[in-house]
């Protein structure tokens, strides 16, 4: 048997739209460019996706949840560096009025060649700032603007004395958040992977200076075996330490996914040192200093912070789990599974009920079967096409399990289980089930 993997993000977005994982936004009126929405697969996957980073990050003993508006105080976003300094210099070609990065300018002035139309009349370089800006309340002025989040860390920062001190815990610990941001990216594209509203896991974890560094390497590692636990292939994950550094870091290094266009970011980590607490501590005029009870010193702690894209984390389990089994037969025929691979955790549905036959006497059962399998999973019901035709359908989209209903089951009250990744068969007591499967799914 031959293994395809994904090559090509075509492939994904079309599976994607075909199942119901991803479409494209407000597609009945032509689309809006770099937004996509999750349909009832994504959107199940997704929340399984993030389930994964929520639960790996607050069940420590260490880490608390948080849940902070898009929306915060313009000061914010001053004292973070994003308004002066997060933006891309861009510039227009005054004949066709293209805009693109000016860090491109000199490859198109090389091939003489501006991207849309060959003309060299562009326009001085611009800075553009990337922050989405919006007005609060009925006035449009400069008083009233504020901005959409361009990221979930500051809600960490601002939030930092009031999270330490509700939850009382002490220095080492860290705060968790999952929330939409939005950048105004020049060069958005590559389907989910770069777009401009997109939802952030991001984890800030608050240690004493002088012990960043050995944490900065825990979390490297930490991060690295939550790819390993959720079945990303080793060989498409690698580290970039960056030499050029953000303002507010001290050292950064990325996770890289191998996409199918090239190693590409997926998760950040980064040393902030104290930039975030002394610049709000600065802005705000409150202290933001930790006393450290047992040592009876007062510092302001530095900050690790792990920040991963939902939706690009979203994107790399479908890359990785994709694969194509192409056999032949004796007369050289060929047949190609497609399967999606996923680590059960993460798959849409754990359980699909196969009746083998739409007849009453197998639907009732498998009805009140689907029900109580419900209970404890998601779980899809199909009684269209041949049974091979709908194991078919259910490798593509993960579903780990398979139950078939057959016309034994009216006597033995048992049922057929059928593995995604072997094809294994088994005969499973009805009232044994979701004890059975609860087992299997823990020990994947
Ligand atoms: N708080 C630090 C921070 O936001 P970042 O490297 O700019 O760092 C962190 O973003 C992660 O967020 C990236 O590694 C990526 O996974 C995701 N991300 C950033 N911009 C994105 C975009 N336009 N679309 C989708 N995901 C994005």
């Known amino acids: 048997m031959k293994i395809k993997h994904c090559e090509d993000l075509n492939t994904l977005v079309s599976l994607s739209k075909r199942r119901g994982f991803v479409f494209q936004s407000s597609e009945i009126y032509g689309g809006l460019g770099s937004c996509w929405d999750y349909g009832p697969l994504g959107s199940l996957m997704k929340l399984n996706v993030k389930r994964a980073w929520w639960n790996a990050m607050t069940r420590r003993p260490d880490i608390v949840g948080l849940d902070a508006a898009i929306l915060m105080h313009p000061t914010v976003w001053k004292a973070s560096g994003h308004v002066d300094g997060f933006s891309d210099p861009l510039v227009d070609c005054k004949a066709c009025k ?29 800075n553009f700032n990337l922050m989405f800006k919006t007005h609060m309340g009925p006035l449009e002025d400069s008083a009233s603007v504020v901005y959409l989040r361009p990221e979930t860390a500051q809600g960490h920062f601002v939030n930092f004395m009031n999270c330490q001190q509700s939850s009382r815990y002490k220095i080492p610990f860290g705060i968790a958040a999952i929330g939409k941001s939005f950048r105004n990216e020049i060069t958005p594209g590559n389907f ?34 939550f790819y390993m636990k959720y079945g990303i292939k080793a060989e498409n994950l690698r580290f970039h330490d960056h030499e050029k550094l953000a303002h507010y870091a001290r050292a950064a290094t990325d996770f890289e996914y191998k996409f199918p266009m090239g190693f590409s970011e997926l ?31 007062k510092y302001i702690p530095y900050v690790i912070e792990t ?66 399998l419900a209970e404890d999973f998601d779980v899809t019901y199909d009684e269209a096409a041949s049974i091979g035709k709908r194991y078919r359908r259910q490798d593509e989209i993960g579903t780990p399990f398979c139950v078939t ?10 049922v057929t289980v059928r593995h995604r990744d072997t094809m294994v068969q088994e005969r499973i007591a009805m009232s044994q089930l979701n004890t059975y499967i609860t087992t299997k799914l823990k020990s994947f």
């Open 405 to 414: 209903v057959d016309f034994d089951t009216i006597n033995d009250q048992a």
């Open 307 to 372: 920040a991963v894209g939902c939706d690009r984390l979203f994107l790399a389990f479908m890359c990785d789990a994709y694969r194509e089994e192409i056999s032949t037969d004796e007369a050289g025929k060929e047949d190609t599974r497609i399967v999606l691979g996923l680590h059960p955790e993460l798959a849409p549905y754990k359980v699909a009920v196969l009746p083998l036959s739409k007849k009453e006497e197998l639907s009732s059962i498998a009805g009140k079967l689907r029900n109580q």
């Open 267 to 297: 998760e950040g980590i980064h040393n902030r040192a104290d930039f975030d607490l002394t610049q709000h501590s600065s802005f705000s005029g409150k202290s933001l200093e930790y006393f450290d009870e047992a040592n009876k010193e």
């Open 192 to 225: 989910i992977f770069r777009t401009r509203e997109f939802e952030q896991m991001e984890m800030q974890y608050f240690v004493k200076p002088g012990t960043d560094e050995k944490f900065f390497n825990e979390w490297k590692e930490t991060r690295h075996n």
């Open 98 to 126: 293209t805009r693109f990065r000016a860090d491109n300018t000199e490859s198109y002035l090389l091939r003489k060649e501006c991207p849309q139309c060959g003309s060299q009349n562009l326009s001085e370089e611009r």
